[in-house]
């Protein structure tokens, strides 16, 4: 077992993780392919689509002109409890891990050192700088991003020209697993 | 995700006690970053089974996984993924029990349970790696050996330490017992340079009774029992 980074070890070790309850966990087509084909669960069953404003490169519609999402892990509510991420564990003192583990998704991986932080509870102050588990693979993460950017192109062009075919997120996730072969 | 759990809802995850071995439960500990504490609980066994360690009194106890804090039918490490779908949320470390379930030895050879959970459908008996799962029986009579070692350790030590005393209490002694199992793992597992040592062992592909490598473990065992009982 590889040591962990430090960065690593203190979201591994945080008993609160207000990042599995509070933030959309968004996906690209590698992250889903990943777990859909390592767990053996489709990802219509795990992931929503969360409707979003921005023009983000990841952007899908369903039908032509139509309202825009992004694709997120599901969320799994127990009555009288706040939601979380559907992979999240929960152990009876409180604590609480990932069930994903090694095949989390680029966003968890990148937590808390890319993207917003107000709902962190930890203090990274002593990470951010030295932590090299999140920063060193830019590249394949860019990499990464522009692949999925460019499925999505094509399932939007595709849904564009559709001509107003009936189209659900179930579609969406069967042109991701057709994008993304498996490997044999 | 071996291919009969492909379709399944969790249903070995529900209702059932998960004994774990120490080496169970240190590797999961390791690899989550738990303290034992957090996910196992003691669980008085039945007279006819061979292990178990002693607390306060004479009863004698396995280590079990906690139950999940909300749906308490089930374990605590189920992911709930969707209605139709559970998945295990430490499978790389999940216990040895999880891992040669639903099968057992019967007849010499590896079988489904009698009492199995899956649809009789879920598994393909003839497509089955019989010398995978049968290291995996081999690793699995092996921990739970090294359980009654490391229990019978225990217990000696216990019972030493009760000679004059009027009475342990049952929570300090937990307490100490799972000091023990971890002095006990990082002393066993410390020898392998990178690898995990059990994972290594493994891939042995016959039963272990009367190996030379078999020997050579318990010896490094008994090693690993004796720094800890010193310690």
């Given at each position: 077992m590889a040591p962990l980074s430090a960065g690593v070890e203190r979201w591994l070790r945080c008993r609160e993780k207000r990042c599995c309850f509070d933030a959309d966990i968004f996906v690209t087509g590698a992250d889903v392919t990943r777990i859909a084909r390592t767990i053996s669960v489709p990802p219509w069953l795990f992931t929503v689509p969360v409707p979003c404003d921005a023009a983000a490169d990841d952007a899908f519609v369903l039908a032509p002109a139509g309202p825009r999402y992004r694709l997120a892990l599901g969320r799994t509510h127990f009555p009288g409890e706040d939601p979380h991420c559907a992979f999240l564990v929960r152990l009876p003192d409180g604590s609480t891990r990932c069930g994903?583990?090694?095949?989390?998704p680029r966003t968890c991986r990148d937590w808390p050192l890319k993207g917003p932080t107000p709902l962190c509870t930890c203090d990274w102050s002593d990470i951010a700088g030295d932590d090299d588990s999140p920063v060193a693979e830019p590249v394949q993460r860019d990499v990464e991003r522009d692949r999925y950017a460019g499925v999505v192109a094509g399932w939007n062009a595709y849904v564009e020209a559709s001509g107003g075919e009936q189209l659900t997120h179930r579609d969406f996730c069967r042109h991701i697993l057709g994008a993304y072969p498996a490997e044999t | 995700m071996t291919e009969g759990c492909f379709s399944c809802s969790g249903r070995c995850c529900y209702d059932i006690v998960v004994p774990v071995t120490p080496f169970d439960a240190w590797r999961i500990a390791r690899d989550q970053l738990l303290a034992f504490e957090a996910f196992v609980e003691p669980c008085i066994t039945p007279r006819s089974v061979e292990h178990g360690f002693r607390l306060s009194g004479q009863d004698r106890y396995s280590l079990v996984l906690r139950r999940h804090p909300?749906?308490?039918?089930?374990?605590?490490?189920?992911?709930?993924?969707?209605e139709e779908f559970k998945r295990c949320g430490i499978y790389p470390v999940r216990p040895l029990v999880c891992r040669v379930y639903p099968f057992e030895i019967r007849g010499g050879s590896i079988d489904i349970r009698t009492d199995a959970r899956c649809k009789p459908s879920d598994w393909d008996m003839a497509a089955l790696d019989y010398a995978r799962r049968g290291a995996e029986f081999a690793r699995y009579a092996a921990e739970w050996e090294a359980c009654r070692q490391i229990d019978a350790a225990w217990n000696a030590a216990l019972n030493l330490a009760e000679n004059g005393v009027d009475g342990v209490d049952h929570a300090d002694a937990f307490r100490g017992y799972l000091a023990f199992i971890e002095r006990v793992s990082e002393a066993f597992f410390a020898g392998a340079p990178s690898a995990d040592r059990v994972a290594q062992w493994s891939?042995?592909?016959?039963?272990?009774?009367?190996?030379a490598e078999y020997e050579r473990w318990l010896e490094s065992l008994q090693g690993a029992i004796g720094a800890a009982s010193r310690a």
């Open positions: 994903l583990g090694e095949l989390r | 909300i749906e308490a039918a089930a374990c605590t490490f189920l992911a709930h993924v969707s891939a042995r592909p016959a039963l272990p009774e009367a190996t």
